[in-house]
């Protein structure tokens, strides 16, 4: 007897590699605008299902997100910026883009739990 179609998709897809709900992400190096870069202690928190990114400044809202087997990109709003984060199971990103100035700050780090 052969398993219904459904079952086997409903089997597969189960079996295929999902992001976590909430995972912490740690930046250990940050380099704003042109300056050279410097030592990070800058932590959030990524929460796919509540749709924000909780930082000790503040929650910022998802916006949108992208996701493929090895890659979230999140892009988000709020405390007087625009933000885009690309994580791969190696290393996070996060660029902050803030209303005034302009002004730019970029975070290399990583994400535990994010795949």
């Given at each position: 007897m052969r398993a219904p179609r459904s079952y086997v998709a409903a089997l597969f897809v189960g079996l295929m590699p999902q992001a976590a709900l909430a995972f912490p992400c740690t930046f250990v190096t940050e380099c704003f605008?042109?300056?050279?870069c410097a030592p990070s202690d800058f932590e959030l928190v990524v929460q796919l299902e509540d749709q924000r990114l909780s930082t000790a400044f503040g929650d910022?809202?998802?916006v949108a997100r992208k996701g493929e087997a090895a890659l979230i990109t999140?892009?988000?709003t709020g405390q007087g910026g625009e933000y885009l984060m690309s994580i791969t199971p190696e290393a996070a990103r996060f660029s902050t883009h803030l209303?005034?100035?302009p002004r730019a700050v970029q975070y290399l780090g990583t994400c535990e739990g994010a795949f």
């Amino acid at each position: 007897m052969r398993a219904p179609r459904s079952y086997v998709a409903a089997l597969f897809v189960g079996l295929m590699p999902q992001a976590a709900l909430a995972f912490p992400c740690t930046f250990v190096t940050e380099c704003f605008e042109d300056q050279p870069c410097a030592p990070s202690d800058f932590e959030l928190v990524v929460q796919l299902e509540d749709q924000r990114l909780s930082t000790a400044f503040g929650d910022l809202t998802i916006v949108a997100r992208k996701g493929e087997a090895a890659l979230i990109t999140l892009f988000a709003t709020g405390q007087g910026g625009e933000y885009l984060m690309s994580i791969t199971p190696e290393a996070a990103r996060f660029s902050t883009h803030l209303n005034t100035g302009p002004r730019a700050v970029q975070y290399l780090g990583t994400c535990e739990g994010a795949f």
